[in-house]
Antibody
Framework: QVQLQESGPGLVKPSETLSLTCAVSGDSISKTYWTWVRQPPGQGLEWMGYIHFSGSTNYNPSLRSRLTISADTSKNQLSLTLKSVTTGDTAIYYC???????????????WGLGTTVTVSS | SYVLTQPPSVSVAPGQTARIPCGGNNIGSKNVHWYQQEPGQPPLLVIYYDSNRPSGIPDRFSGSNSGNTATLTISRVEAGDEADYYCHVWDSSSDHVVFGGGTKLTVL
């Protein structure tokens, strides 16, 4: 049973850098695509970006200049770095797996519980 | 960029059928996935590739996709189906993942 667990600081000051990790257990990350999705309070889902185990990435244009997603196959975990955060980056951050064997077009069949990040001074 | 449009809310009485549309330009040519999100929970995949149900999802949930509209249909609606529902596609022209804005299903 694949499980994803996001972790991070909880509270970040404006203009600082947000760093999150997503630990994957029960399967290897070297099989498919992985995505990060966030959800501001009371709002809908926003796709942030994806990474393939080969290292290829793609990002939401609205975040591209500030966002980096990486994968560490030795630790079987994903990482997200978002620079120069503002209060608008306050959200629940989720990592999710793209279903095996489907490439990037597949559904997101496994999600972490999410980690809440608040940007505030 | 590709846009998916969902109504903010849909209401239905228990036992009736709920239809949640997801509009997009020629969405019928894309693969559509649907998620259910209950308060305080992560999204749950309920339909993938337009009309397929993951293991454990009741057969009351079904999906269709044609032309400019994909539809999630929930038959014999129960109080426990009250949640937010999101559609999702991957847009090949931009290589971006796109979510609809979400629809809140209210069971009257």
């Amino acid at each position: 049973q694949v499980q994803l667990q996001e972790s991070g600081p909880g509270l970040v000051k404006p203009s600082e850098t947000l760093s999150l990790t997503c630990a994957v257990s029960g399967d290897s990350i070297s099989k498919t695509y992985w995505t990060w999705v966030r959800q501001p309070p009371g709002q809908g889902l926003e796709w942030m970006g994806y990474i393939h185990f080969s290292g290829s990435t793609n990002y939401n244009p609205s975040l591209r200049s500030r966002l980096t997603i990486s994968a560490d196959t030795s630790k079987n975990q994903l990482s997200l770095t978002l620079k120069s955060v503002t209060t608008g980056d306050t959200a629940i951050y989720y990592c999710a797996r793209v279903a095996l064997g489907s490439g990037i077009v597949g559904g997101l069949d496994v999600w972490g519980l999410g980690t809440t990040v608040t940007v505030s001074s | 960029s590709y846009v998916l449009t969902q109504p903010p809310s849909v209401s239905v009485a228990p036992g009736q059928t709920a239809r949640i549309p997801c509009g997009g330009n020629n969405i019928g040519s894309k693969n559509v996935h649907w998620y259910q999100q209950e308060p305080g929970q992560p999204p749950l995949l309920v339909i993938y590739y337009d009309s397929n149900r993951p293991s454990g999802i009741p057969d009351r949930f079904s999906g269709s996709n044609s032309g400019n509209t994909a539809t999630l249909t929930i038959s014999r609606v129960e109080a426990g189906d009250e949640a937010d529902y999101y559609c999702h596609v991957w847009d090949s022209s931009s290589d971006h993942v796109v979510f609809g804005g979400g629809t809140k299903l209210t069971v009257l």
